[in-house]
C-alpha cells in the first residue's frame, strides 16, 4: 500500500515538472527510475533545441570550403563547396601582376598592370545549362557593366567608349543565366577585355554556343579563356591610355568524365571560316601566354573529331 502511495506521488510529481518528494527518496528503485526519466527528458529538450537551432542557420546546413588561390586574393576565398574545383586553379607565372578574385561561378585572374584579366576560369554542368536555358532564366539586358568592387585598378564601363573595340566577356552570359549573383558578377570589368566587335558578335559567339551544347552532352566542362597579349600592346582607355588590347584571345576546355581536352586561339579580327580551323593544343596556349593548367588535363590533345562541329 505504501509503495503505491510513492508510486502515485512520484507520478504527480513527473507531471507537474517538480523535483522528487522527499519522502520517496528513500526506495533506490524509484529513485533510479525518476532519474533515468528525468535525465531522458533533459536530453530529447536539448536535441529538439539544436535542431531547431540548425534549421535556423543555413550556414550550417551548407558549409563552406576554402578555395586555394595562387597570388593575391581580392575578395573573400570562402565559396560554396558545389563550386571548389582544384582543377580550376592556374599558375601565374611571377613576371605577371595577377590577383586571384573568386566569385560564385567564376575565378578569375585579374591583371591590376594590363587592367585586363589574365585568365578566367568555371565549371559548366549540364545542370548550369538546363537552367540557364529554361523559361525565367535571367535576361542579359537586366545587368550592366559595373566596375568590380573588390579591384582598385578595375576600369570603369565608359573607358572603352570610342575605343572601337566591345567589352568582350572572358566568361560568356550565356553561361551565367541560371543566377542572379553569378550574371551580376559575370558583368564586372574585371571579366572584360578590348575585343573586335566582329569577332565578339561572331565567330567567338558561335564557339560560345557550341561550348554551351559540349557541356550539356559531356555532362560537365572546365572553361579557361583569357587574353594572348603581346610585348608592346596597344593601349586604350577614355580617361587615360591604360588598358590592354589582346592580340589574340584563348579557350581551354576539358571534359574530366571522357578526359578529353582541346584549346583554341583566335586572333583580335574578324575570324571567318569553320570554328575547327582555330583548334589548337592546351600545350600551344601555355606556350604563348606562360600560364599553366591542371597536370590532369592532356596538354597534347587537339583531336578535333570528338568534338562535334
Not at 177 to 203: H, I, S, V
Not at 275 to 296: D, N, P
Amino acid at each position: 500500500m505504501k509503495q503505491l502511495a510513492k508510486i502515485w506521488i512520484l507520478v504527480a510529481a513527473m507531471v507537474m515538472g517538480g523535483a522528487l518528494p522527499p519522502q520517496v527518496m528513500g526506495d533506490s528503485s524509484i529513485t533510479l527510475q525518476w532519474s533515468a526519466q528525468a535525465k531522458s527528458k533533459k536530453k530529447s529538450k536539448k536535441k529538439a533545441k539544436k535542431s531547431k537551432k540548425s534549421k535556423s542557420n543555413p550556414a550550417v546546413a551548407s558549409p563552406l570550403a576554402s578555395v586555394p588561390t595562387i597570388g593575391k586574393t581580392a575578395t573573400n576565398t570562402k565559396v560554396p563547396m558545389q563550386q571548389t574545383n582544384a582543377l580550376l586553379a592556374v599558375k601565374v607565372p611571377k613576371s605577371i601582376d595577377n590577383e586571384v578574385l573568386n566569385y560564385k561561378a567564376i575565378r578569375v585572374n585579374f591583371n591590376p598592370s594590363l587592367r585586363i584579366p589574365n585568365c578566367v576560369a568555371y565549371e559548366l554542368t549540364a545542370t548550369m545549362v538546363d537552367m540557364s536555358d529554361a523559361p525565367g532564366h535571367e535576361v542579359r539586358k537586366n545587368f550592366k557593366y559595373a566596375k568590380d568592387p573588390n579591384v582598385a585598378s578595375c576600369p570603369e564601363s565608359w573607358e572603352y567608349r570610342s575605343s572601337g573595340y566591345s567589352r568582350g566577356h572572358m566568361a560568356p552570359a550565356m553561361d551565367m543565366r541560371w543566377g542572379k549573383t553569378e550574371m551580376a558578377q559575370c558583368f564586372y570589368m574585371t571579366n572584360m577585355c578590348p575585343q573586335d566587335t566582329k569577332l565578339n558578335n561572331d565567330n567567338w559567339r558561335l564557339l560560345e554556343e557550341k561550348i554551351h551544347r559540349w557541356a550539356k552532352r559531356d555532362k560537365r566542362i572546365l572553361v579557361f579563356t583569357g587574353p594572348i597579349v603581346g610585348k608592346n600592346p596597344k593601349m586604350i582607355g577614355n580617361d587615360k591610355q591604360n588598358i590592354a588590347v589582346p592580340e589574340a584571345f584563348f579557350k581551354v576546355l576539358y571534359a574530366p568524365e571522357q578526359r578529353r581536352a582541346i584549346a583554341f586561339i583566335y586572333n583580335n579580327e574578324p575570324c571567318p571560316g569553320n570554328i575547327s580551323k582555330y583548334a589548337v593544343t592546351v600545350q600551344e596556349v601555355e606556350r604563348r601566354t606562360g600560364l599553366t593548367f591542371s597536370s590532369a588535363i592532356p596538354k597534347r590533345q587537339c583531336k578535333v573529331e570528338d568534338w562535334d562541329f
